[in-house]
Each structure stands twice: as structure tokens, then as C-alpha cells.
């Protein structure tokens, strides 16, 4: 299974933008929203300020509520979101990025673009039935999200961090064991 690049990257960003909100948030200031626009670069308009902020930062709810969702109630949450927003998609080419949809136009909110993009990609999800490839991070105390987009399924932790303090554990406690 492969999703297309920008599926991917649409998927990794609004995955971002949820476990941003888990404890330490690292969605705050307007210096972490930039370092968040450095990682995942939005074409369109940008404001880079406080609102725009608060805007993604409301959003997050939202984006895990439709990527965790069971796959037919996701389907709704999509279709909700496609209705709640003015759509005029069209395909367009940008810096290194070849041809893909742009379902809203560049002008508006980028809350409203993102949430957009992550329902578009959604689809793709939906269509394949790939849903399983977002859950809950497998750490006992983490309820960021883990985006397995591997062809061998190996990943279960929503970081590096997680996957290695969970190998530590299963170390002690084989050690214990024995
Ligand atoms: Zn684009
Ligand atoms: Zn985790």
C-alpha cells in the first residue's frame, strides 16, 4: 500500500498538529508555529499570527477526532467537513511539488485549508481501508497518535522516544524475568 506524497505529507502534518497538543504542547507561541511552517511548508496565504495560531490550535480536536474515527463514522466526519467548507478544487503545481489537488482555495484561513487537506486525505484512507495505519500510540501513558505509513507495519509509537522507553522496559523486565 502507498498513498501519494501529498496524502502522506497531509497525513504526517495533521498527525503533528494533534499530538502537538499532548503534554509538553509544542504548539504555543508564534516561534513554535514557525517551526512547525519550516517542517510541513504551507503554499497559500499565511498570516503567522497570534489568530491564525489559536485557529490550528482549536482545530486539533477536530483532525483526532476524524483520524481516529471507526471507518464509516470517518467517512461522515469527512463529509461533514466537506460540507462545512467552501470547496473549489483544482490542481495546481508548486515549488518541487508536481501536480495535486488544492481543494480550497490559497486565500483562505489555513486552519480551514488543513482541515480540508486532512480530509482529502482521509479518502485515500477510506477508499483503501488503511484506517488502522492511525491509533493511539501503544505507550501505556501516551495518547499521541502513531502514523504507520512503513510497508512492514512496524510502528506502533507515535515517537522515537516512546519506542525507545517502551525497549528499555521490555530489556528490564526480560532481565528481571530471568
Ligand atoms: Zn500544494
Ligand atoms: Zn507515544
Known amino acids: ?15 503533528w498538529l494533534v499530538n502537538s497538543a499532548e503534554e509538553p504542547e509544542t ?8 517551526a512547525f511552517l519550516a517542517d510541513f511548508p504551507y503554499s497559500g496565504r499565511l ?3 497570534e489568530a491564525e495560531l489559536a485557529e490550528l490550535r482549536d482545530l486539533r480536536p477536530r483532525l483526532r477526532a476524524m483520524l481516529l474515527a471507526p471507518r464509516d463514522e470517518m467517512a461522515e466526519l469527512v463529509n461533514v467537513a466537506l460540507a462545512d467548507t467552501q470547496i473549489t478544487p483544482r490542481l495546481v503545481r508548486h515549488e518541487g511539488v508536481d501536480w495535486h489537488l488544492h481543494a480550497v ?5 489555513l486552519a480551514e485549508r488543513v ?20 491509533s493511539i500510540c501503544a505507550d501505556d501513558t501516551c495518547q499521541a ?21 517502551n525497549a528499555v522496559a521490555a530489556y528490564r523486565a526480560r532481565r ?3
Open 1 to 15: 500500500m502507498n498513498f501519494t506524497d501529498d496524502t502522506e505529507e497531509a497525513l504526517r502534518s495533521a498527525v
Open 27 to 34: 504548539l504555543e507561541t508564534l516561534a513554535d508555529y514557525d
Open 47 to 49: 498570516d503567522r499570527d
Open 105 to 109: 482555495a490559497d486565500e483562505r484561513p
Open 115 to 134: 482541515l480540508i487537506e486532512t480530509a482529502m486525505a482521509l479518502i485515500d484512507v477510506i477508499r483503501a481501508d488503511e484506517g488502522s495505519r492511525i
Open 145 to 165: 497518535l502513531a502514523l504507520d505509513l512503513s510497508r512492514n507495519r512496524s510502528k506502533l509509537y507515535c515517537s522515537t522516544t516512546c519506542t525507545n522507553r
Open 176 to 178: 528481571a524475568g530471568a
